[in-house]
């Protein structure tokens, strides 16, 4: 076997992360917006205010769900640095981005519609226009470029209201006002958009719930009940994009890490079993179509209680995901023994520190098997079509007489795709298309920052926000050119 003729090269993007115009045309705060710049060493904060007392002030993101104060909603605070409310201007420069994507033979590009550019609260009456017309006019540009749009419809991006007034996802109203969204987009842009992906990242609602679904109340139970309305969410968009174009197709956006033991214990291979456990139950539910028996073991142990409905099973089973994609950058090692090695960097991967493996700069292992191994256990897992939504290398690029020399990031991609490849050819894995991580540079999520990019095309701005914005097409973008042209029969520098 080999890549299909028509395999889906691309890029991928979000719009808090890449959009900017947080407040232009009528858009409402979304929960990226109060989101601070963080580093390596300090985490990202979210801003909030006493709506009673005035008081101001910020909890910090992690690994672990965050909880609010009583009282505090969050806000924009005057004196913060918000990367979204800019980030590297998109929604101005989209013919110049998309010119840029055409370039390099782009047949894809993954990008997200921000839910508060169209309906500013959530739960409005009626979509905002402008909004509605902005994207409009980013899909034509792309039609004329014969570049298919794959569109994640929740990227981080839950609009500030609902978290505020319902808790988020908590709330089973919300899945009405997210249906409604779904429904208001897919209808408008019907003919220029048949890819969809209902929630990016969805399993990280385990670790961050308030950036994956808006909950302001992190307890075990609210992110069970959470999870679970945003899986039959997705299961009657899924219904719902099939009655209103056959031709859709709506697939799972999931997450993925390697995970490996660091000894030959035995322990050490049932941990990793129980770490598994906490990525794919997002995609046994939403691509396998049921609740996992080890999950519910798990709720019936915590005292954990759905409110769910006989209905809300039939629909996640009849509609479950069309195809699965997934984000992947990096391998994680898992261990009983702790006290025996350092733990890894990394702010999203957890674990310890792989001796076999190289770290980027942010500390994240570089595992040049990492995609023929999440591709092979997800498909004999699940056996409908994958695709890699993202995959990249965040590093520091330096502008050297108006030029980017970043071998190191064409020296990463050559090996994970070589992977995924090796995964096509070798193991016969059903693979639709690749679009790597921030195409054009954008702001990091985990950091907030700037200087930790990931594009083809560097943008002219730093890490307090200085800059003209102005673009660079970097070494890369000519490798990825040459990628594209030979449907990866040529990786060569």
Same mark, same amino acid.
């Given at each position: 076997?080999?890549?299909?003729?028509?395999?889906?090269?691309?890029?991928?993007?979000?719009?808090?992360?890449?959009?900017?115009?947080?407040?232009?045309?009528?858009?409402?705060?979304?929960?990226?917006?109060?989101?601070?710049?963080?580093?390596?060493?300090?985490?990202?904060?979210?801003?909030?205010?006493?709506?009673?007392?005035?008081? +101001?002030? /910020?909890? %910090?993101?992690? &690994? @672990?769900?965050? $909880?609010?104060?009583?009282?505090?909603?969050?806000?924009?605070?005057?004196?913060?640095?918000?990367?979204?409310?800019?980030?590297?201007?998109?929604?101005?420069?989209?013919?110049?981005?998309?010119?840029?994507?055409?370039?390099?033979?782009?047949?894809?590009?993954?990008?997200?519609?921000?839910?508060?550019?169209?309906?500013?609260?959530?739960?409005?009456?009626?979509?905002?226009?402008?909004?509605?017309?902005?994207?409009?006019?980013?899909?034509?540009?792309?039609?004329?470029?014969?570049?298919?749009?794959?569109?994640?419809?929740?990227?981080?991006?839950?609009?500030?209201?609902?978290?505020?007034?319902?808790?988020?996802?908590?709330?089973?109203?919300?899945?009405?006002?997210? +249906?409604? /969204?779904? %429904?208001?987009? &897919? @209808?408008?842009? $019907?003919?220029?958009?048949?890819?969809?992906?209902?929630?990016?990242?969805?399993?990280?609602?385990?670790?961050?719930?308030?950036?994956?679904?808006?909950?302001?109340?992190?307890?075990?139970?609210?992110?069970?009940?959470?999870?679970?309305?945003?899986?039959?969410?997705?299961?009657?968009?899924?219904?719902?994009?099939?009655?209103?174009?056959?031709?859709?197709?709506?697939?799972?956006?999931?997450?993925?890490?390697?995970?490996?033991?660091?000894?030959?214990?035995?322990?050490?291979?049932?941990?990793?079993?129980?770490?598994?456990?906490?990525?794919?139950?997002?995609?046994?539910?939403?691509?396998?179509?049921?609740?996992?028996?080890?999950?519910?073991?798990?709720?019936?142990?915590?005292?954990?209680?759905?409110?769910?409905?006989?209905?809300?099973?039939?629909?996640?089973?009849?509609?479950?995901?069309?195809?699965?994609?997934?984000?992947?950058?990096?391998?994680?090692?898992?261990?009983?023994?702790?006290?025996?090695?350092?733990?890894?960097?990394?702010?999203?991967?957890?674990?310890?520190?792989?001796?076999?493996?190289?770290?980027?700069?942010?500390?994240?292992?570089?595992?040049?098997?990492?995609?023929?191994?999440?591709?092979?256990?997800?498909?004999?897992?699940?056996?409908?079509?994958?695709?890699?939504?993202?995959?990249?290398?965040?590093?520091?690029?330096?502008?050297?007489?108006?030029?980017?020399?970043?071998?190191?990031?064409?020296?990463?991609?050559?090996?994970?795709?070589?992977?995924?490849?090796?995964?096509?050819?070798?193991?016969?894995?059903?693979?639709?298309?690749?679009?790597?991580?921030?195409?054009?540079?954008?702001?990091?999520?985990?950091?907030?920052?700037?200087?930790?990019?990931?594009?083809?095309?560097?943008?002219?701005?730093?890490?307090?926000?200085?800059?003209?914005?102005?673009?660079?097409?970097?070494?890369?973008?000519?490798?990825?050119?040459?990628?594209?042209?030979?449907?990866?029969?040529?990786?060569?520098?």
């Amino acid at each position: 076997m080999e890549l299909k003729k028509d395999f889906l090269w691309g890029g991928a993007t979000a719009a808090n992360q890449y959009e900017g115009a947080y407040d232009e045309d009528g858009k409402g705060l979304s929960t990226a917006d109060v989101m601070t710049q963080g580093s390596l060493h300090e985490a990202r904060k979210i801003t909030w205010k006493n709506i009673k007392t005035g008081e +101001v002030g /910020y909890v %910090e993101m992690g &690994m @672990k769900p965050i $909880k609010f104060p009583e009282g505090a909603v969050p806000a924009v605070i005057k004196g913060y640095y918000y990367p979204s409310h800019v980030a590297t201007d998109f929604y101005h420069r989209y013919k110049e981005d998309i010119k840029y994507m055409a370039d390099m033979g782009f047949k894809t590009f993954r990008m997200s519609i921000n839910w508060s550019r169209i309906f500013p609260n959530g739960d409005d009456r009626e979509p905002n226009d402008k909004g509605l017309e902005f994207y409009d006019k980013v899909f034509k540009e792309l039609k004329k470029y014969n570049i298919e749009p794959l569109v994640t419809l929740s990227h981080y991006e839950t609009p500030l209201n609902l978290a505020i007034k319902y808790g988020g996802w908590v709330d089973r109203r919300v899945i009405d006002f997210y +249906v409604k /969204y779904a %429904e208001t987009v &897919m @209808k408008r842009y $019907k003919g220029l958009v048949k890819y969809w992906l209902t929630f990016n990242e969805i399993n990280v609602m385990s670790m961050m719930p308030y950036m994956g679904g808006g909950v302001m109340d992190p307890t075990p139970q609210n992110i069970a009940q959470a999870a679970h309305n945003q899986f039959v969410a997705s299961a009657k968009v899924v219904k719902l994009a099939h009655e209103i174009d056959p031709e859709n197709k709506v697939g799972q956006m999931l997450a993925f890490a390697a995970v490996y033991p660091l000894t030959p214990d035995p322990k050490d291979q049932i941990k990793v079993i129980e770490d598994m456990h906490q990525t794919l139950f997002y995609s046994d539910v939403q691509t396998g179509g049921r609740y996992p028996e080890y999950k519910l073991e798990e709720y019936k142990r915590e005292g954990i209680k759905l409110d769910d409905t006989p209905e809300d099973y039939d629909l996640i089973k009849k509609y479950s995901a069309d195809f699965l994609s997934f984000s992947c950058y990096s391998s994680s090692v898992t261990t009983t023994h702790k006290d025996k090695i350092g733990e890894s960097r990394g702010n999203f991967v957890m674990g310890v520190k792989n001796p076999y493996l190289k770290e980027s700069d942010w500390g994240w292992a570089t595992d040049p098997e990492v995609l023929r191994y999440a591709l092979n256990t997800l498909w004999d897992r699940y056996h409908k079509p994958l695709w890699i939504v993202e995959n990249g290398l965040g590093a520091v690029d330096k502008v050297e007489d108006g030029k980017i020399h970043d071998d190191y990031r064409i020296e990463y991609l050559q090996e994970n795709i070589a992977s995924f490849i090796k995964a096509v050819e070798v193991d016969g894995i059903d693979l639709m298309g690749y679009t790597s991580w921030g195409c054009i540079d954008l702001v990091s999520a985990g950091t907030g920052q700037m200087s930790k990019r990931y594009g083809y095309v560097y943008v002219d701005r730093d890490d307090e926000g200085n800059g003209s914005l102005d673009r660079i097409p970097k070494d890369s973008f000519y490798w990825y050119k040459k990628v594209i042209a030979s449907n990866g029969k040529d990786l060569s520098n």
